[in-house]
């Protein structure tokens, strides 16, 4: 699979990623809906698990915060927001 080969990055579509700019939201479901701003998105290799699952392409999302310290959190446990 491709996610698992160093020498080959995914692309962001195949991986249903968004770029900087984009309004995203938490998948799960929450009481009140709120967007964040993806200033950066980053690819990179590891284990983002913390367990002994191998090591993987995957992506991270750099979110704007309104108190001024940004945060990185995986991508995949984002969507695109949609008003």
Known sequence: ???FDKSTTPSMESMNVHPAGTLVEV???TP???ASLV???RCKWGNPNGDNTA???YFT???YEDD???IEVQARY???FVA
């Open 68 to 70: 001024g310290d940004h």
């Open 55 to 57: 090591d993987h392409w």
């Open 39 to 41: 200033l950066e998105t």
């Open 27 to 29: 998948k799960m479901a």
């Open 61 to 63: 999302y750099l979110l």
């Open 32 to 34: 009140y809906r709120v």
């Open 1 to 3: 699979m491709r996610i």
């Open 78 to 80: 984002y969507k695109e």
